[in-house]
């Protein structure tokens, strides 16, 4: 999978221009899911221009109730009439910014698998978490919290994200070791959790300063299936990765 999360970025008629320029590069990507995440008030224009295309829509958040008294707030089904087949959630600036709670985020992933959404759920330590030696640690948490309650059938639907905090929108790539590394524990913590069949089938992208020069050394790693993308997913380089994975997937 590669997945684009435009952030707070490009106004809906900026969104509509360029995903127009990306239907036409990336038609004939037929061997990997390409998602884009706009943000919501361009998810309906959006929406026209890669209606009849191989380009997915995605959402950067939601809410986990399904109307009511939430001002701000998107619910899953307000997502859904819009074509929006998954939705990235508990992303480190929402985390970060935003206080979410892996409590908070874990309801996210169960309402958006009830909802038949794809949850695109977010992992990753800080600079500091790394130093200290916590990495494995917090992604434990992470995981087991942001999961909890989750079962083997429903897991294997879930796209799991690691996005070390320290290298979003920071230029300071992983290495591909170091991004093998973590991607190779959640798949081992999701073998003792859920089993190993369940854990192969989980798709884990990484994201965090992923660039057409970077990203082939990534990407041939066997833990990593696909990249979510910040910077990079808001110009033609985004083109560039796709041809990356399929030169890479054949
Ligand atoms: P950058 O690719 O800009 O580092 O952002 C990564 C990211 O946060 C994707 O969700």
Same mark, same amino acid.
């Given at each position: ?7 707070? *970025?490009?106004?809906?008629s ?7 320029? +990306?239907?036409?590069a ?19 224009? &959006? ?5 009849s295309? *191989? ?27 819009l ?15 935003? %206080?979410?709670?892996?409590?908070l ?7 958006? +698998?009830?909802?038949?959404?794809t ?5 990753? #330590? ?6 200290? %030696?916590?990495?494995?640690?917090? +992604?434990?948490?992470?995981?087991? #919290? ?26 300071? &790539? ?28 989980v ?7 992923v ?11 066997p833990?990593i299936?696909?990249?979510l993308?910040?910077g990079?997913? +808001?110009?033609?380089?985004?083109? #560039? ?10």
């Amino acid at each position: 999978m590669l997945a684009g999360n435009w952030k707070m *970025n490009k106004t809906p008629s900026e969104a509509q221009l360029f995903a127009n320029t +990306l239907v036409n590069a990336l038609a004939g990507f037929n061997s990997f899911d390409i998602y884009i995440a706009p943000v919501f008030v361009a998810l309906d224009r &959006v929406r026209e221009v890669v209606s009849s295309s *191989n380009i997915k829509l995605a959402a950067q958040n939601m809410y986990y109730e399904d109307s009511g008294a939430f001002t701000g707030e998107v619910a899953p089904k307000m997502l859904k009439e819009l074509k929006v087949e998954a939705v990235i959630l508990g992303h480190s600036e929402r985390r970060k910014i935003f %206080g979410e709670s892996d409590e908070l985020i874990n309801k996210k992933v169960k309402k958006a +698998l009830a909802e038949g959404l794809t949850p695109i759920f977010c992992i990753g #330590e800080t600079l500091e978490e790394r130093q200290k %030696g916590l990495t494995f640690c917090v +992604l434990e948490k992470q995981i087991r #919290e942001g999961l909890n309650g989750i079962n083997a059938e429903d897991v294997k639907k879930v796209v799991i994200a690691y996005e070390p905090v320290w290298a979003i929108g920071t230029g300071v &790539v992983a290495t591909p070791q170091q991004a093998q590394e973590a991607h190779e524990f959640v798949r081992e913590l999701l073998s003792k959790m859920y089993g190993i069949d369940i854990a192969e089938a989980v798709t884990i992208l990484y994201g965090g300063s992923v660039t057409p020069e970077n990203f082939f050394g990534l990407f041939i790693k066997p833990d990593i299936d696909g990249a979510l993308v910040g910077g990079a997913s +808001l110009k033609e380089s985004f083109v #560039e990765l796709a041809k990356i994975m399929a030169k890479i997937i054949g």
